[in-house]
């Protein structure tokens, strides 16, 4: 059975960059594809970047509870759908989701073995300069470093904690806990204990 | 705040080595010495192999309740010191036990964070061929065989399971269960939360 993989971040912390790394890394780690109202950017491809559906298509889906979880970002909806993560469990693989604190809560209580990992700035500061840097506007900034502040203060949610200082050793860090976890007695395969 | 690691193996499945090499790669992991009755072997020293004690200091132990866990081993007396362990985890060091499920199930009892890991040959007929290689008696054989049997029907008291089919990746397993474990919320230090 596989396992989801929760990655919280506060934007500016290198999200992106370490989930493609890991997914590089662990041939069974895939990345669970959202669906979205949102329109296509140029280069984005359906069913590969996300499934892209309309606005009625989505409602629909939310009343049919298709959804794990389901959020509205500035007026469009991104959501998980159940059959996309017992697709990649059937064909053998763990699941990696890119989700906010909202979308992980959710995701824990639909999926209790799931792990939730949140990642951390070096510091406020740190994330600040890394914000500004990316040219942000001061009020866009503002209103990240406050739910960054507020998604910390609910940190016991998650199961790790993990700090990126340094991009390296924050991936490493992360494979870790993925190889841990499936060492777990209860995720170990039952079969291998009968062969004793 | 340490964490005690617990490592239990049946003999014959490279733990002796899996720990001085976990010892070699963590400089704030440290073995806890034992103290025991058993007469020192040429070129083990008291108070870095073993504490070796007498039977009357080892029982007057026992009844003040010093022990941790304790165990009688073909007559002689073996023991994990309370006051050993919380010297350790003073100087900020992690502690590495290598202990059967007795004592394993007895840490975890007066330390409910300690992880017990549990180290698994390939298979009962790899384990035999290797304590056949070690020119093992047939009987002591047969005991230890039967003894992983048992030990390995109470597998689920144990956190995580390693097999050794390769001794580089067990211990590269095992070095990632401790990376992990240090990475849960619970164990993180408050001191960077607050920070934030």
């Given at each position: ?8 971040a ?6 992106t960059?370490i ?26 491809r359906?069913?590969v ?25 500035y ?39 799931s ?19 990316r ?26 904690l ?9 991936v490493?860090e ?16 039952q ?6």
């Amino acid at each position: 059975m596989g396992t989801i993989f929760v990655l919280s971040a506060p934007s500016g912390t290198g999200k992106t960059t370490i989930c493609e790394r890991l997914i590089k890394s662990l041939p069974n780690l895939k990345m669970s594809i959202s669906h979205t109202t949102r329109k296509p950017r140029i280069g984005e491809r359906d069913g590969v970047d996300y499934f892209f559906v309309d606005r009625e298509v989505f409602e629909t889906m939310i009343k049919n509870n298709d959804f794990v979880e389901w959020a509205e970002v500035y007026g469009n909806f991104y959501g998980t759908s159940k059959k996309v993560i017992n697709e990649l469990f059937q064909s053998g693989n763990d699941v990696l989701l890119d989700i906010d604190i909202q979308g992980a809560k959710n995701i824990k209580k639909t999926y209790p073995d799931s792990v939730l990992i949140f990642i951390l700035p070096p510091s406020l500061e740190e994330l600040e300069k890394r914000l500004k840097q990316r040219k942000e506007e001061i009020d866009t900034i503002k209103m990240r470093l406050n739910k960054v502040k507020e998604e910390i203060s609910q940190y016991k949610i998650y199961d790790y904690l993990v700090i990126n200082d340094d991009l390296d050793k924050a991936v490493k860090e992360i494979l870790c806990i993925i190889t841990a976890e499936k060492l777990k007695t209860n995720k170990v395969n039952q079969q291998i204990i009968n062969n004793f």
